[in-house]
T-cell receptor
Framework: KAGVTQTPRYLIKTRGQQVTLSCSPI?????VSWYQQTPGQGLQFLFE???????NKGNFPGRFSGRQFSNSRSEMNVSTLELGDSALYLC??????????????FGPGTRLTVL | GESVGLHLPTLSVQEGDNSIINCAYS??????FIWYKQESGKGPQFIID?????DKRQGQRVTVLLNKTVKHLSLQIAATQPGDSAVYFC??????????????FGQGTILTVHP
């Protein structure tokens, strides 16, 4: 069974630009969560989607948004990029049963650098 | 607010020794705890999990202990190998309120295994 895939793996943008990252979950998984990982803040939850609906949201500004498609693939978008947005963005998928208390499988991440 | 933190940011051991990585959590309502291993350039990889109705769970060479009285979690790795060198994160999934179904990560412990 293929794991979680994320594209692109590396991305360089400049301040003020916007970026879209993609995540394909494990087949059969309906929940996709996004996390931001930085040396200073560690791993922080961005949001979770289940069946095309945002089910949970972290404490990030509205510049960070996401969506999920009917095939469970998900995208996240960051608009008006800031230097502090440079991070590893991780996607995780899970079966997504009621309660969300199931194992999450992570992709390799997208390394975003904002210049 | 809820938080999960680690006592020791770094741990160095000799190959063959047993390793113990500790984690404190603050949300007594958390229902599910997970240990992840993250190697350089990769996303977090599931190691072992434990639910709040358990005190101990064993896997292959790993044991997780949960002490709900003092809100403490530990990961024990037996016969540590150089391949175990990585950053280890504990994470909790909230059981209610705004934390429901959301993974909250600790800051991580760097484990270095010397041959």
């Amino acid at each position: 069974k293929a794991g979680v895939t994320q594209t692109p793996r590396y991305l360089i943008k400049t301040r003020g630009q916007q970026v879209t990252l993609s995540c394909s979950p494990i087949s059969g998984h309906r929940s996709v969560s996004w996390y931001q990982q930085t040396p200073g803040q560690g791993l922080q939850f961005l949001f979770e989607y289940f069946s095309e609906t945002q089910r949970n949201k972290g404490n990030f500004p509205g510049r960070f948004s996401g969506r999920q498609f009917s095939n469970s693939r998900s995208e996240m978008n960051v608009s008006t990029l800031e230097l502090g947005d440079s991070a590893l963005y991780l996607c995780a998928s899970s079966v997504g049963l009621a309660g969300g208390l199931t194992e999450q499988f992570f992709g390799p991440g997208t390394r975003l650098t904002v210049l | 607010g809820e938080s999960v933190g680690l006592h020791l940011p770094t741990l160095s051991v000799q190959e063959g020794d047993n390793s113990i990585i500790n984690c404190a959590y603050s949300n007594s309502a958390s229902d599910y705890f997970i240990w992840y291993k993250q190697e350089s350039g990769k996303g977090p990889q599931f190691i072992i999990d434990i639910r709040s109705n358990m005190d101990k769970r064993q896997g292959q060479r790993v044991t997780v202990l949960l002490n709900k009285t003092v809100k403490h979690l530990s990961l024990q790795i037996a016969a540590t190998q150089p391949g175990d060198s990585a950053v280890y994160f504990c994470a909790e999934i909230g059981a209610g309120g705004t934390s429901y179904g959301k993974l909250t990560f600790g800051q991580g412990t760097i484990l270095t295994v010397h041959p």
